[in-house]
């Protein structure tokens, strides 16, 4: 039973320190060129946040699992619809993903 | 005819006047209402879900169109409404605790009104950012100019999914201010207590969802390529 889950406002200020922290740093990376890195660490620093403010500030991590697996199903149906898509996308004449030598990935014109 | 009247106003137990009589307590009520705000927020991902696949399909074809187009965007403004919408989230948490600890409705209703007006900031920044882009023909459509020809054509896609994305963030975040207005006014009649407060921790959930959305947003909106 999830009955009532009352959360510690300290906690709460400390998961807002955090996020905005995260932030700074996001703005901060953005500005150092670090070439293909910069996308996955803008994503992983996203995601890091995000699972602050779901864990903390909605609580997921107090949920019984009923809760947990419903949410999680939310980001494997999205897996699916990203996989599923780009099979097809990505492996069409004249827009595949090629990759050249000088500018790693780039579409085709 | 009476005697049904009867039967069904008094059926043999005191309960608390907001309990449903389908559900056995008021716990099992809050569960089952939590439980259907999460499966709702499982279609909310799907529902942006959908632009987002659109965003990596068009990224992946057109990467160098996307850090030009990007660059017309303002980074500060980006950031500033970004420290709002986490800011709304701790007020936000800080009104479910308030409902949670059965405060006064005075500690309520400032929680509450402090999310509004954070929600309200953030929506006025954007309408400010909106209208930059009109301004400067960045709308998608027969008035878009883009100031590299070769962009042209292909910029208006990273337009279109930038007005679609944040559009639907911001309708969304109208959406949860006019409800927040309205648990204000409830949170005021001193309806929310520590036995009975489940449409505030529902709002709770809502709009933490929208702040996570645009977690997604802002980085990949805003800052794509860096400085030039």
């Not at chain 1, 999205?78 to 000088?102: C, K, N, W």
């Not at chain 2, 389908?22 to 099992?28: K, R, T, V, Y």
């Not at chain 2, 160098?64 to 989230?89: E, Y």
């Amino acid at each position: 039973m999830s009955g009532h889950i009352i959360g510690n406002r300290f906690t709460y200020f400390l998961v807002f320190i955090a996020l905005m922290v995260g932030t700074a740093v996001t703005v901060a990376v953005t500005y150092i060129h670090l070439g293909w890195l910069n996308l996955p660490l803008a994503l992983a620093i996203a995601t890091t946040k995000a699972v602050l403010v779901i864990m903390f500030f909605m609580h997921l991590k107090d949920h019984p699992k009923l809760i947990k697996v419903t949410f999680a199903a939310a980001f494997f149906f999205f897996a699916i619809l990203v996989a599923h898509t780009l099979s097809d996308y990505l492996s069409r004449e004249g827009h595949g993903m090629q990759t050249y030598p000088a500018s790693g990935l780039v579409a085709n014109p | 005819m009476s005697e049904v009247h009867a039967a069904l106003a008094d059926h043999g137990h005191e309960h608390h006047p907001r309990l449903q009589h389908h559900f056995d307590s008021l716990e099992q009520q809050l569960y089952a209402s939590t439980f259907g705000m999460w499966v709702f927020l499982v279609t909310e991902v799907l529902f942006f879900g959908g632009l987002f696949m659109a965003y990596i399909v068009y990224r992946i074809w057109y990467p160098d169109m996307f850090v030009h187009a990007s660059s017309h965007l303002s980074v500060p403004l980006g950031t500033f409404n970004t420290a709002v919408l986490i800011g709304s989230s701790l007020t936000m948490a800080y009104a479910v605790n308030a409902a949670q600890r059965g405060a006064r409705p005075r500690e309520q209703v400032i929680w509450l009104f402090g999310t509004m007006v954070l929600g309200a900031i953030f929506l006025g920044v954007k309408v400010i950012e909106y209208m930059d882009k009109i301004t400067h023909h960045l709308v998608p459509g027969p008035n878009f100019h883009f100031e590299d020809p070769a962009y042209q054509a292909t910029a208006q896609i990273y337009y279109s999914l930038y007005f679609a994305l944040t559009g639907l963030h911001a309708s969304h975040m109208i959406v949860g201010m006019v409800i927040l207005a309205i648990l204000a006014y409830k949170a005021a009649k001193g309806q929310f207590t520590a036995e009975w407060y489940t449409p505030v921790e529902i709002m709770g959930l809502y709009w933490h969802f929208v702040d996570l959305v645009w977690i997604f947003l802002f980085p990949l909106l805003y800052l794509i390529g860096g400085a030039h």
